[in-house]
């Protein structure tokens, strides 16, 4: 696997895969990887013949106090899963070549209203670091396919919505949520979690499940989902939710067809979420 750091070697390399004839599929993440991504690698693998991984920890989509300092980065042993999937390149880029203009970047890309609930509440601008980064990949890259985890999926619906209009030629693939055997979903900040923590995160699949397994009703699932984690006070429930999967929108009791639980807690000092498909 070749790793490339600056725009120009980037350019390079991916003209020299389109000019034998391939396509292009592209990983953005921020590094830290677990079987999540590599299931997201895997997925890119079965959609183009060449793939490119971006590892970049984006000071955009941090807010004040958030974890960008302490993130994990463990670019040694990130390299090393990416040659065992069979990646083919890895763009690991500095800030500087992110966001030449400069220092704080500007942000280029706006999530709207939808943004601004659930994580967006939680975490102000979020969104919109993500969409300016995840845009600034695309330009970078011009994948034919990009992949994304449906763990974040109000990041996923976002970056679907911006891309139907920004760069209509993409294909976004969603790849479904990896997880524990306990349940408790991948996530690069499950690290943060002691033992005692991981019991109590285990919890947030425990309570979508419950969720999933009394959909008669929304407010039933609701109900069900919030009884779980009422059980476990020490993790800090932001909000349990029901969504209409394609719009984001909150669902009436009488919603009919595809939606998406979803869940935020805090869990020590981490935060953590997950959510879960549910036919109405
Ligand atoms: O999901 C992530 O890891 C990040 O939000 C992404 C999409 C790589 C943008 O920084």
Do not use: C, W
Request: charged content about 20%; cysteine-free.
């Amino acid at each position: 696997m070749q790793t490339v750091n600056d725009a120009t070697s980037l350019a390079a390399a991916i003209e020299a895969a389109q000019s034998t004839g391939k396509k292009i599929a592209f990983v953005p993440t921020m590094g830290a990887l677990h079987a999540g991504h590599l299931s997201l690698i895997s997925a890119a693998r079965n959609h183009a013949d060449f793939v490119v991984v971006s590892i970049f920890v984006n000071p955009l989509q941090f807010g004040v106090g958030e974890d960008f300092e302490k993130y994990p980065r463990t670019l040694d042993a990130d390299i090393e899963s990416l040659e065992s999937v069979g990646a083919n390149l890895l763009f690991a880029p500095t800030v500087d070549v992110m966001y030449p203009d400069g220092q704080p970047a500007p942000v280029t890309k706006f999530s709207g209203e939808i943004g601004t609930r659930y994580e967006g509440a939680a975490r102000p601008g979020h969104f919109d670091g993500m969409l300016t980064v995840v845009a600034r990949l695309f330009d970078l890259v011009k994948p034919d396919f990009a992949i994304f985890g449906a763990k974040d999926a109000q990041q996923l619906f976002l970056i679907r919505r911006m891309a139907k209009t920004d760069y209509p030629q993409l294909q976004i693939v969603s790849a479904p949520i990896v997880r524990e055997p306990s349940g408790l979903a991948l996530s690069s900040r499950n690290r943060y979690l002691d033992a005692a923590s991981h019991q109590v995160a285990e919890q947030l699949s425990a309570a979508i499940r419950a969720g999933h397994a009394t959909a008669q009703k929304p407010s039933i699932a609701l109900e069900s989902a919030r009884a779980v984690m009422s059980q476990v006070p020490e993790a800090k429930l932001d909000y349990i939710a029901l969504v209409d999967a394609d719009t984001f929108e909150t669902i009436p009791d009488s919603f009919k067809g595809r939606a998406l639980m979803l869940i935020a807690a805090v869990v020590g000092t981490t935060r953590l979420i997950d959510n879960i498909e549910i036919t109405f």
